[in-house]
């Protein structure tokens, strides 16, 4: 068996994460297994959403968080990675200049992601996964700044459609009913004809939330899990909610905006259960750079 190191940068409108995976190639398949994630929480959408720019002060902690990920790589001996930024990055007029700027500091190339390709690459990472499941599934990642959906049916992708709704975005007040009736609409009109859906849910909030439940692995939440987890969460202040429910800072205000949007779509789907991987954006980049990497690409960390 032949191993090697593998890693994705996922820029986000919440946090910025580096996943570095073991890639174990054997004779009959190849297999990928996490080494490492690491996790800043560098709030790029809250500034990026309202004025539509990104500050120096968030832009330099990104740079440093940047030349970090490039040396944590570089003693990991990863052969080749992908960076990606999402929502916050396409929104922010100052975005180009930035991803240029952390190219010419730290060497790290990022790429900024069309929603499509985001909801296309979320998909690549739970393909396995869905294989496994008999019914239609729904694929559902919410991040800070967009909500991605794919519908899956037969083995093969029908559709995938990006929406401006995220956390963030909901907890400062820029989410338009204009959103909402677009996501209900496209729901009504994607899924109408494929009966029996089961709705498959990544992103961070939504994996913890599997933690609070208990969910055991390969388990279905119950829909009323979810919105009773929800309910116990909201009545409490952030302070209260890093106390007894054990969250991060940036976690506690995010969590309950997530879950209510995972609500909704179930509601809207009619599902009543939601399988939680705890995989996602970065899991799915990883497998496309090894597929570079089989094509001859390979990154260099002097």
């Not at 174990?24 to 080494?35: A, G, H, L, R």
């Not at 440093?64 to 960076?83: C, I, T």
């Not at 909201?234 to 995010?254: C, G, H, Q, T």
């Not at 779509?265 to 570079?292: N, Q, W």
Request: with cysteine; glycine share 8%.
């Amino acid at each position: 068996m032949e191993i090697k190191k593998f890693a994705a940068i996922d820029i986000g409108s919440n946090s910025i994460r580096l996943l570095i995976e073991h890639v174990m190639e054997t004779d009959k398949e190849v297999m990928f297994k996490k080494n490492s994630l690491i996790r800043v929480p560098v709030r790029l959408g809250e500034d990026a959403f309202g004025e539509h720019k990104i500050p120096e002060k968030t832009v330099k902690r990104l740079v440093d968080a940047m030349h970090g990920f490039r040396y944590l790589m570089k003693v990991n001996d990863v052969l080749h990675y992908k960076g990606g930024a999402t929502s916050a990055m396409r929104e922010a007029k100052n975005g180009d200049a930035i991803v240029k700027r952390i190219e010419k500091e730290t060497g790290i190339k990022i790429q900024v992601i069309s929603g499509s390709n985001e909801a296309r690459m979320i998909f690549a990472s739970q393909q396995i996964f869905a294989s496994k499941l008999k019914d239609n599934c729904l694929f559902v990642d919410v991040g800070g700044g967009s909500t991605e959906i794919t519908v899956f049916s037969k083995g093969e992708v029908v559709t995938a459609k990006s929406f401006d709704i995220g956390t963030l975005r909901i907890l400062n007040d820029l989410v338009t009913k204009d959103a909402w009736k677009e996501m209900r609409d496209w729901l009504k009109k994607s899924i109408g004809k494929f009966p029996h859906f089961s709705v498959v849910g990544s992103g961070g909030n939504i994996n913890r939330i599997a933690k609070l439940a208990q969910l055991k692995q390969g388990k279905a939440m119950p829909v009323e899990t979810l919105a009773e987890i929800i309910a116990q969460i909201k009545p409490y202040s952030l302070e209260d909610r890093m106390k007894i429910f054990d969250l991060n800072p940036d976690r506690a205000d995010v969590i309950v905006p997530a879950g209510d949007i995972f609500l909704t779509i179930m509601k809207l789907c009619g599902a009543t259960k939601i399988f939680i991987p705890k995989i996602g954006l970065s899991d799915g980049m990883v497998r496309e750079v090894y597929a570079e990497y089989k094509l001859g690409m390979r990154s260099t960390f002097e």
